[in-house]
């Protein structure tokens, strides 16, 4: 059986703390739908590159994990992002700045 899924708005603002609490500034750059919108993460390393992460089903464990869709300059991501938000009016983006990549998307109760 599927595991319950919270609400967009709730796991974005846990999200948001749990990068506060490890010091890794992170922006709203797009607010979606508070209950069912889809969240795509930003990392940017401040060196002109990024990272963006999204949630996809694993059919075969039932399972959403991260997975890194793409790398490459951050106006590529950013890019990618517009296209995505053109599609898809309920999509949250949040933008973190890490110049190591760390976007604790692995850590316990982000998975």
């Known amino acids: 059986m599927p595991e319950a899924r919270l609400a967009a708005g ?4 846990a ?6 609490l490890a010091d890794i500034p992170a922006y709203v750059l797009r607010h979606g739908d508070d209950t069912a919108g889809a ?7 401040l060196d002109g590159r990024a990272s963006l992460w999204v949630r996809e089903w694993d059919f075969e464990t ?8 793409s790398g490459g300059a951050e106006r590529e991501i950013d ?4 296209r995505h ?4 009016p309920d999509l949250w983006v949040i933008e973190i700045e890490s ?3 760390a976007t604790l998307l692995d850590q316990p109760g982000l998975v």
């Open 15 to 20: 999200y948001l703390r749990r990068l506060q």
């Open 10 to 13: 709730i796991w974005v603002s």
């Open 85 to 88: 938000s053109g599609r898809d």
């Open 62 to 69: 039932d399972e959403r994990p991260w997975i890194n869709l």
């Open 39 to 45: 969240v795509m993460v930003k990392c940017a390393t």
């Open 79 to 82: 890019a990618e992002i517009a």
């Open 99 to 101: 110049r190591d990549g």
